[in-house]
Protein backbone atom coordinates (compact mmCIF):
# COMPACT_ATOMS: atom_id res chain seq x y z
CA UNK A 1 0.00 0.00 0.00
CA UNK A 2 1.16 2.95 -0.67
CA UNK A 3 2.47 6.05 2.04
CA UNK A 4 1.67 9.04 3.04
CA UNK A 5 3.10 11.03 0.36
CA UNK A 6 4.11 13.82 2.73
CA UNK A 7 7.83 13.35 3.32
CA UNK A 8 10.19 12.96 6.01
CA UNK A 9 9.15 14.44 9.59
CA UNK A 10 5.70 15.44 8.07
CA UNK A 11 3.07 15.46 11.12
CA UNK A 12 -0.34 16.55 9.16
CA UNK A 13 -1.03 13.49 7.64
CA UNK A 14 -4.25 11.58 8.49
CA UNK A 15 -4.70 9.46 5.81
CA UNK A 16 -8.32 8.49 4.59
CA UNK A 17 -6.68 5.52 3.08
CA UNK A 18 -7.43 1.88 4.47
CA UNK A 19 -5.49 2.21 8.22
CA UNK A 20 -3.30 -0.25 9.40
CA UNK A 21 -4.21 -0.86 13.48
CA UNK A 22 -1.83 -0.38 16.00
CA UNK A 23 -3.22 -2.33 18.75
CA UNK A 24 0.20 -2.98 20.77
CA UNK A 25 -1.33 -1.86 24.51
CA UNK A 26 -0.73 1.44 24.61
CA UNK A 27 -0.84 1.66 28.88
CA UNK A 28 2.13 -0.76 28.31
CA UNK A 29 5.14 0.53 28.81
CA UNK A 30 8.72 -0.40 28.19
CA UNK A 31 12.32 0.67 27.56
CA UNK A 32 14.78 -0.05 24.57
CA UNK A 33 18.22 1.50 23.70
CA UNK A 34 18.39 2.15 19.78
CA UNK A 35 19.68 -1.28 17.62
CA UNK A 36 21.48 -2.66 20.87
CA UNK A 37 18.18 -3.60 22.69
CA UNK A 38 14.60 -5.09 21.88
CA UNK A 39 11.18 -5.47 23.44
CA UNK A 40 7.83 -7.04 22.41
CA UNK A 41 4.92 -5.03 22.99
CA UNK A 42 1.59 -7.25 24.03
CA UNK A 43 -1.26 -6.60 21.95
CA UNK A 44 -3.97 -4.33 23.38
CA UNK A 45 -6.51 -7.08 22.99
CA UNK A 46 -4.99 -8.63 26.37
CA UNK A 47 -6.58 -12.14 26.79
CA UNK A 48 -8.38 -12.04 23.62
CA UNK A 49 -5.02 -13.53 21.79
CA UNK A 50 -1.69 -13.10 21.15
CA UNK A 51 1.14 -12.08 18.78
CA UNK A 52 4.63 -13.27 18.76
CA UNK A 53 7.43 -12.12 17.27
CA UNK A 54 11.20 -13.75 16.82
CA UNK A 55 13.73 -11.34 14.87
CA UNK A 56 17.38 -12.26 14.57
CA UNK A 57 18.48 -13.43 18.04
CA UNK A 58 15.40 -12.49 19.39
CA UNK A 59 13.17 -14.86 20.87
CA UNK A 60 9.73 -13.57 22.63
CA UNK A 61 7.06 -15.48 23.76
CA UNK A 62 3.81 -13.47 25.40
CA UNK A 63 2.16 -15.88 28.01
CA UNK A 64 -1.48 -14.34 29.70
CA UNK A 65 -1.77 -16.65 33.00
CA UNK A 66 -4.52 -16.04 35.53
CA UNK A 67 -4.74 -12.39 34.94
CA UNK A 68 -1.13 -11.41 34.78
CA UNK A 69 0.73 -10.06 31.83
CA UNK A 70 4.25 -10.55 31.19
CA UNK A 71 7.02 -10.82 27.85
CA UNK A 72 9.50 -12.84 28.27
CA UNK A 73 12.17 -11.85 25.64
CA UNK A 74 15.75 -13.32 25.10
CA UNK A 75 18.30 -11.62 23.27
CA UNK A 76 21.62 -11.02 22.32
CA UNK A 77 24.62 -8.07 22.49
CA UNK A 78 25.72 -5.41 24.86
CA UNK A 79 22.61 -3.80 26.25
CA UNK A 80 20.05 -5.94 27.11
CA UNK A 81 16.73 -4.86 27.74
CA UNK A 82 13.80 -7.43 28.36
CA UNK A 83 10.78 -7.04 29.73
CA UNK A 84 8.67 -8.32 32.24
CA UNK A 85 5.35 -6.64 33.33
CA UNK A 86 2.40 -7.95 35.49
CA UNK A 87 -0.77 -6.49 36.75
CA UNK A 88 -0.37 -4.66 39.77
CA UNK A 89 -3.69 -5.30 42.20
CA UNK A 90 -4.50 -1.55 41.88
CA UNK A 91 -8.81 -1.47 42.05
CA UNK A 92 -10.50 -1.16 39.09
CA UNK A 93 -11.40 2.02 37.76
CA UNK A 94 -15.35 2.98 37.68
CA UNK A 95 -17.09 4.49 34.82
CA UNK A 96 -17.53 8.06 35.08
CA UNK A 97 -14.25 8.48 37.33
CA UNK A 98 -11.10 10.36 36.06
CA UNK A 99 -9.78 9.88 32.87
CA UNK A 100 -6.37 7.51 31.67
CA UNK A 101 -4.05 10.58 31.99
CA UNK A 102 -6.29 13.58 33.13
CA UNK A 103 -5.57 16.04 35.20
CA UNK A 104 -6.37 16.03 39.08
CA UNK A 105 -8.84 18.39 40.32
CA UNK A 106 -6.50 21.12 42.11
CA UNK A 107 -2.19 20.71 42.15
CA UNK A 108 -1.04 19.88 45.37
CA UNK A 109 1.43 22.13 46.75
CA UNK A 110 4.90 20.50 45.68
CA UNK A 111 7.53 20.32 48.42
CA UNK A 112 9.57 23.33 50.08
CA UNK A 113 12.47 22.15 48.09
CA UNK A 114 11.15 23.01 44.72
CA UNK A 115 11.49 26.47 45.36
CA UNK A 116 15.25 26.53 45.72
CA UNK A 117 17.37 29.03 44.04
CA UNK A 118 21.23 28.92 44.08
CA UNK A 119 22.94 31.27 46.51
CA UNK A 120 24.92 32.46 43.65
CA UNK A 121 23.42 35.97 41.96
CA UNK A 122 22.39 36.01 38.06
CA UNK A 123 22.09 31.51 37.67
CA UNK A 124 18.78 29.86 38.17
CA UNK A 125 20.00 26.51 38.61
CA UNK A 126 23.48 24.99 40.16
CA UNK A 127 24.71 21.51 41.12
CA UNK A 128 23.50 22.07 44.97
CA UNK A 129 20.71 23.65 43.93
CA UNK A 130 19.36 20.26 41.59
CA UNK A 131 20.66 18.27 44.47
CA UNK A 132 18.04 19.60 47.13
CA UNK A 133 15.10 19.46 44.05
CA UNK A 134 15.83 16.06 43.47
CA UNK A 135 16.44 14.75 46.58
CA UNK A 136 12.93 15.77 47.52
CA UNK A 137 10.95 14.88 44.68
CA UNK A 138 12.32 11.39 43.38
CA UNK A 139 11.23 10.00 46.74
CA UNK A 140 7.71 11.56 45.69
CA UNK A 141 7.48 9.95 42.96
CA UNK A 142 8.79 6.75 43.48
CA UNK A 143 5.84 6.40 46.63
CA UNK A 144 3.34 8.05 43.94
CA UNK A 145 4.10 5.02 41.59
CA UNK A 146 4.37 2.07 44.46
CA UNK A 147 1.10 3.65 45.41
CA UNK A 148 -0.78 4.24 42.36
CA UNK A 149 -1.38 7.79 44.19
CA UNK A 150 -2.21 10.89 41.02
CA UNK A 151 -2.45 12.83 43.72
CA UNK A 152 0.49 12.37 45.15
CA UNK A 153 2.36 12.56 41.37
CA UNK A 154 0.81 16.28 40.31
CA UNK A 155 2.78 17.36 43.91
CA UNK A 156 6.24 16.82 41.39
CA UNK A 157 4.85 16.74 37.77
CA UNK A 158 3.48 18.59 35.10
CA UNK A 159 3.36 17.57 31.23
CA UNK A 160 4.35 14.45 29.69
CA UNK A 161 5.75 13.29 33.00
CA UNK A 162 2.39 13.80 34.69
CA UNK A 163 0.37 11.92 31.77
CA UNK A 164 2.94 9.38 31.48
CA UNK A 165 2.78 8.15 34.83
CA UNK A 166 -0.65 9.24 35.50
CA UNK A 167 -1.37 6.87 32.12
CA UNK A 168 0.61 3.64 34.01
CA UNK A 169 -1.50 3.95 36.91
CA UNK A 170 -4.43 3.19 35.00
CA UNK A 171 -3.32 0.73 33.59
CA UNK A 172 -2.62 -1.27 36.80
CA UNK A 173 0.36 -2.13 35.96
CA UNK A 174 3.37 -2.76 37.90
CA UNK A 175 6.15 -0.52 37.47
CA UNK A 176 9.50 -2.75 36.47
CA UNK A 177 12.04 -0.03 37.27
CA UNK A 178 13.57 -0.04 41.05
CA UNK A 179 13.27 3.07 42.78
CA UNK A 180 14.98 3.33 46.15
CA UNK A 181 14.65 6.75 47.92
CA UNK A 182 18.55 7.69 46.93
CA UNK A 183 19.73 5.80 43.46
CA UNK A 184 23.27 7.01 42.19
CA UNK A 185 22.55 9.70 39.78
CA UNK A 186 24.22 12.65 38.41
CA UNK A 187 22.69 16.06 36.57
CA UNK A 188 23.87 17.95 33.77
CA UNK A 189 22.11 21.51 32.29
CA UNK A 190 23.09 23.92 29.65
CA UNK A 191 24.28 26.80 30.58
CA UNK A 192 20.96 29.16 31.91
CA UNK A 193 20.24 32.59 32.94
CA UNK A 194 16.75 33.08 32.78
CA UNK A 195 13.50 31.16 32.95
CA UNK A 196 11.83 29.25 31.87
CA UNK A 197 15.06 26.63 32.93
CA UNK A 198 15.80 23.18 33.35
CA UNK A 199 17.95 20.12 34.41
CA UNK A 200 18.16 16.86 33.51
CA UNK A 201 18.91 13.85 36.24
CA UNK A 202 20.22 10.83 35.18
CA UNK A 203 19.55 8.14 37.96
CA UNK A 204 20.94 4.78 37.44
CA UNK A 205 18.37 1.91 38.51
CA UNK A 206 17.71 -1.64 37.49
CA UNK A 207 14.92 -3.65 35.71
CA UNK A 208 13.76 -6.53 36.39
CA UNK A 209 16.25 -7.65 33.65
CA UNK A 210 19.24 -5.77 34.23
CA UNK A 211 21.06 -2.30 34.70
CA UNK A 212 19.23 0.91 33.42
CA UNK A 213 19.11 4.52 33.32
CA UNK A 214 16.12 6.77 33.94
CA UNK A 215 16.12 10.25 32.98
CA UNK A 216 14.64 13.24 34.30
CA UNK A 217 14.26 16.11 33.26
CA UNK A 218 12.58 19.43 35.77
CA UNK A 219 11.98 22.61 34.75
CA UNK A 220 10.97 26.25 36.43
CA UNK A 221 8.80 28.04 34.50
CA UNK A 222 8.95 31.51 36.03
CA UNK A 223 11.09 32.82 39.33
CA UNK A 224 7.94 32.76 41.47
CA UNK A 225 7.17 28.99 40.02
CA UNK A 226 8.27 25.33 41.48
CA UNK A 227 10.86 23.28 40.11
CA UNK A 228 8.78 20.32 38.27
CA UNK A 229 9.52 16.91 36.62
CA UNK A 230 8.42 17.83 33.29
CA UNK A 231 9.70 14.36 31.46
CA UNK A 232 10.57 10.95 31.83
CA UNK A 233 11.87 7.64 30.38
CA UNK A 234 13.91 4.23 31.27
CA UNK A 235 16.01 2.51 29.28
CA UNK A 236 18.09 -0.56 29.74
CA UNK A 237 21.76 0.40 29.84
CA UNK A 238 24.77 -1.08 30.74
CA UNK A 239 27.37 1.22 29.54
CA UNK A 240 27.78 3.59 32.01
CA UNK A 241 26.65 7.61 32.13
CA UNK A 242 25.03 8.80 28.56
CA UNK A 243 25.52 12.95 30.02
CA UNK A 244 28.49 14.93 30.00
CA UNK A 245 30.49 14.54 32.79
CA UNK A 246 29.94 17.95 35.90
CA UNK A 247 31.44 19.05 38.29
CA UNK A 248 30.11 21.75 40.70
CA UNK A 249 32.57 23.97 39.22
CA UNK A 250 31.11 23.52 35.17
CA UNK A 251 27.87 22.50 35.78
CA UNK A 252 26.15 24.21 32.62
CA UNK A 253 27.34 22.60 30.08
CA UNK A 254 25.79 23.86 26.91
CA UNK A 255 24.45 21.55 24.10
CA UNK A 256 25.91 21.26 21.08
CA UNK A 257 24.07 22.92 17.94
CA UNK A 258 25.89 22.27 15.05
CA UNK A 259 28.15 19.66 13.53
CA UNK A 260 25.44 17.03 12.91
CA UNK A 261 24.23 16.17 9.76
CA UNK A 262 20.81 16.43 10.73
CA UNK A 263 18.99 18.67 12.64
CA UNK A 264 18.75 17.26 15.62
CA UNK A 265 15.43 18.95 16.48
CA UNK A 266 14.14 17.21 13.67
CA UNK A 267 14.49 13.63 15.09
CA UNK A 268 11.21 13.94 17.11
CA UNK A 269 9.30 14.60 13.89
CA UNK A 270 11.20 12.01 12.00
CA UNK A 271 10.02 9.33 14.53
CA UNK A 272 6.60 10.07 14.75
CA UNK A 273 6.57 9.74 10.80
CA UNK A 274 8.89 6.48 11.52
CA UNK A 275 5.31 4.52 13.33
CA UNK A 276 2.94 6.29 11.41
CA UNK A 277 4.96 4.40 8.07
CA UNK A 278 4.41 1.26 9.88
CA UNK A 279 1.14 1.73 10.83
CA UNK A 280 0.05 2.45 7.02
CA UNK A 281 2.90 0.49 4.88
CA UNK A 282 3.96 -2.31 7.04
CA UNK A 283 7.98 -0.94 6.48
CA UNK A 284 9.76 1.87 8.28
CA UNK A 285 10.01 5.19 5.58
CA UNK A 286 12.04 5.44 2.72
CA UNK A 287 14.21 7.77 4.31
CA UNK A 288 14.91 7.58 8.56
CA UNK A 289 17.51 8.70 9.86
CA UNK A 290 17.11 5.80 12.62
CA UNK A 291 18.45 2.12 12.09
CA UNK A 292 15.92 -0.36 11.80
CA UNK A 293 17.05 -2.44 14.40
CA UNK A 294 15.95 -3.74 17.68
CA UNK A 295 13.46 -2.67 19.62
CA UNK A 296 12.61 0.11 16.47
CA UNK A 297 12.39 -2.71 14.14
CA UNK A 298 10.61 -5.33 16.60
CA UNK A 299 8.09 -2.41 17.79
CA UNK A 300 7.24 -1.38 13.96
CA UNK A 301 6.82 -5.11 13.36
CA UNK A 302 4.33 -5.44 15.86
CA UNK A 303 2.35 -2.37 14.77
CA UNK A 304 1.96 -3.71 11.05
CA UNK A 305 0.59 -6.80 12.27
CA UNK A 306 -2.29 -5.53 14.00
CA UNK A 307 -4.54 -5.09 11.15
CA UNK A 308 -5.31 -8.34 11.00
CA UNK A 309 -6.13 -8.67 14.49
CA UNK A 310 -8.48 -6.22 14.64
CA UNK A 311 -10.34 -7.10 11.58
CA UNK A 312 -10.53 -10.57 12.76
CA UNK A 313 -12.54 -9.16 15.87
CA UNK A 314 -14.64 -6.68 12.92
CA UNK A 315 -12.73 -3.08 13.92
CA UNK A 316 -10.91 -0.89 12.30
CA UNK A 317 -8.21 1.93 13.65
CA UNK A 318 -7.22 5.33 12.12
CA UNK A 319 -4.26 6.43 14.17
CA UNK A 320 -2.11 9.45 13.58
CA UNK A 321 1.45 10.32 15.75
CA UNK A 322 2.74 14.02 16.00
CA UNK A 323 5.61 15.62 17.94
CA UNK A 324 3.88 19.00 17.84
CA UNK A 325 1.44 18.70 20.59
CA UNK A 326 1.16 21.21 23.57
CA UNK A 327 2.84 18.50 25.95
CA UNK A 328 5.76 17.47 22.98
CA UNK A 329 8.16 19.63 24.67
CA UNK A 330 11.81 18.96 23.55
CA UNK A 331 14.46 18.96 25.96
CA UNK A 332 18.45 19.64 24.87
CA UNK A 333 21.35 18.79 26.89
CA UNK A 334 25.07 17.56 26.43
CA UNK A 335 26.29 14.03 26.04
CA UNK A 336 28.81 11.86 26.19
CA UNK A 337 31.49 12.05 23.34
CA UNK A 338 30.84 15.63 21.93
CA UNK A 339 26.91 14.43 21.51
CA UNK A 340 23.78 16.12 22.18
CA UNK A 341 20.97 13.84 24.83
CA UNK A 342 17.52 15.61 23.41
CA UNK A 343 14.23 14.22 25.06
CA UNK A 344 10.86 14.44 23.65
CA UNK A 345 7.53 13.27 23.61
CA UNK A 346 5.31 11.62 20.49
CA UNK A 347 1.90 12.01 21.08
CA UNK A 348 -0.72 9.66 19.47
CA UNK A 349 -4.28 9.69 18.51
CA UNK A 350 -6.81 7.01 17.25
CA UNK A 351 -10.34 6.33 15.94
CA UNK A 352 -11.33 2.92 16.28
CA UNK A 353 -14.78 1.93 14.60
CA UNK A 354 -16.49 -0.99 13.51
CA UNK A 355 -16.70 -2.28 10.06
CA UNK A 356 -20.24 -3.87 9.56
CA UNK A 357 -23.18 -1.36 9.53
CA UNK A 358 -24.57 -2.00 13.09
CA UNK A 359 -21.87 -3.88 14.44
CA UNK A 360 -19.87 -2.36 17.81
CA UNK A 361 -16.57 -2.26 19.40
CA UNK A 362 -16.25 -4.10 22.33
CA UNK A 363 -14.88 -3.07 25.39
CA UNK A 364 -14.94 -6.50 27.82
CA UNK A 365 -15.71 -6.52 31.56
CA UNK A 366 -11.63 -7.13 32.22
CA UNK A 367 -11.34 -3.55 30.07
CA UNK A 368 -8.34 -5.16 27.79
CA UNK A 369 -9.34 -4.56 24.73
CA UNK A 370 -9.29 -0.16 25.00
CA UNK A 371 -7.96 2.30 27.14
CA UNK A 372 -8.68 1.28 30.60
CA UNK A 373 -11.05 4.52 31.75
CA UNK A 374 -13.67 2.95 28.77
CA UNK A 375 -16.45 1.03 30.84
CA UNK A 376 -17.06 -2.38 29.97
CA UNK A 377 -19.65 -2.21 26.78
CA UNK A 378 -20.49 -1.74 23.14
CA UNK A 379 -19.53 1.71 21.11
CA UNK A 380 -20.26 2.80 17.87
CA UNK A 381 -16.24 4.17 17.50
CA UNK A 382 -13.54 4.71 20.60
CA UNK A 383 -11.19 7.84 20.21
CA UNK A 384 -8.05 7.45 22.40
CA UNK A 385 -5.01 9.40 22.60
CA UNK A 386 -1.51 8.71 24.48
CA UNK A 387 2.13 9.24 24.55
CA UNK A 388 5.35 8.04 24.16
CA UNK A 389 8.33 9.25 25.82
CA UNK A 390 11.74 8.92 24.25
CA UNK A 391 15.37 10.56 24.39
CA UNK A 392 18.07 10.53 21.57
CA UNK A 393 21.28 10.30 21.99
CA UNK A 394 22.97 11.87 19.02
CA UNK A 395 26.55 11.86 18.18
CA UNK A 396 28.17 14.40 15.37
CA UNK A 397 29.19 11.71 13.35
CA UNK A 398 26.85 8.94 13.67
CA UNK A 399 23.20 7.58 13.61
CA UNK A 400 21.08 8.71 16.63
CA UNK A 401 19.66 6.05 18.86
CA UNK A 402 16.48 5.82 20.40
CA UNK A 403 16.47 5.53 23.67
CA UNK A 404 13.37 4.02 25.72
CA UNK A 405 9.68 4.48 25.87
CA UNK A 406 7.50 5.66 28.31
CA UNK A 407 4.06 7.00 28.31
CA UNK A 408 0.54 5.04 27.65
CA UNK A 409 -3.03 6.05 27.27
CA UNK A 410 -3.79 9.96 28.29
CA UNK A 411 -7.56 9.99 27.12
CA UNK A 412 -10.40 8.22 25.99
CA UNK A 413 -13.81 8.95 24.65
CA UNK A 414 -16.80 6.75 23.48
CA UNK A 415 -19.69 7.32 21.11
CA UNK A 416 -22.51 5.00 21.66
CA UNK A 417 -24.63 5.91 18.45
Not at 230 to 255: K, L, M
Not at 345 to 358: D, K, L
Not at 375 to 383: A, D, E, F, N, S
Amino acid sequence: MAGTGKGRGSEDDRSTQAPFSSDVNRNQFVAGYGSSNAFLRTTGRGQRHHVTVVILVIAAVLSVVGGSIAWFVTLGGTHEATRVHERATLPPKQPGSQPAGGTVSAAPSPPPAAFSTPSTPGIVIDQATAEKIFSAEWPVRATALSLGNQAMLARVERGSALLGDVAWIDCGCASPVAMPANPPHSFTATQQSAYPASFLAEVQTTTTQGPALSDLVFQRASATAPWLIVFTTTYGWAGGSIIAPTTPSSFSTPAPQSGFTTDPQQFPADLAAYWRSWEYTGAPPPSTPFTTAGFLLEHGIADSKTQATWHALGDSETIHFTSSAPFDKRYDFASIMGGNLLCSSISWSSVIRAMSPGARVTQPQDRSALAPEVPPGQYRLVKQQGLRESCFLILPAGTPDVLGEWGGFTSASTSAN
